[in-house]
């Protein structure tokens, strides 16, 4: 049997759509496991810690993982280079259950009706996610 460990900074390494990635090889029921950091596009690999470089995709590609009921493992690829191993062991693991608690506080209906229907919701999936992201207290505009 074969299978894929998609490692986040190697698929932005390649310029790849992260959430794409991963979904591609759900689709084919070969995602093993997943390996996280960050990392810019292009460039070296870095293995920064999860979420310091584009963490909007770190949360798609977990809600990718979400929608198709992964339950797997979740890897840790890190250089911590100014910091205490263990620390930055629990920083990235505190950074997935973050940007996974939001996922999970999501309005998954409600994702589904905006990306169903763009055409009726413009703007509407993005008004969401910026409320998701935004300290408790906030002040918007209807």
Do not use: C, T, W
């Given at each position: 049997m074969i299978g894929l460990n998609p490692e986040v900074g190697h698929v932005l390494m390649g310029f790849e759509d992260l959430p794409y990635a991963f979904s591609m090889a759900l689709e084919y029921g070969r995602l093993f496991h997943t390996h996280w950091n960050s990392q810019p596009l292009g460039n070296y690999d870095q293995d920064?810690?999860?979420?310091?470089?584009?963490?909007?995709?770190?949360?798609?590609?977990?809600y990718v993982l979400k929608m198709?009921?992964?339950?797997?493992?979740?890897?840790?690829?890190?250089?911590?280079?100014?910091?205490?191993?263990?620390?930055?062991?629990i920083n990235n693991m505190d950074?997935?259950?973050?940007?996974?608690?939001?996922?999970?506080?999501l309005d998954h209906e409600q994702v589904i009706e905006f990306t169903s229907r763009p055409e009726q919701h413009r703007g509407e999936l993005e008004a969401l996610l910026i409320r998701a992201r935004a300290p408790q207290g906030s002040k918007f505009s209807r």
């Open positions: 920064l810690n999860v979420g310091v470089v584009s963490p909007e995709q770190a949360e798609a590609a977990l198709h009921g992964y339950n797997g493992y979740f890897g840790i690829d890190i250089n911590p280079e100014r910091m205490p191993v263990q620390r930055a062991l950074a997935i259950k973050a940007m996974n608690d939001r996922i999970n506080a």
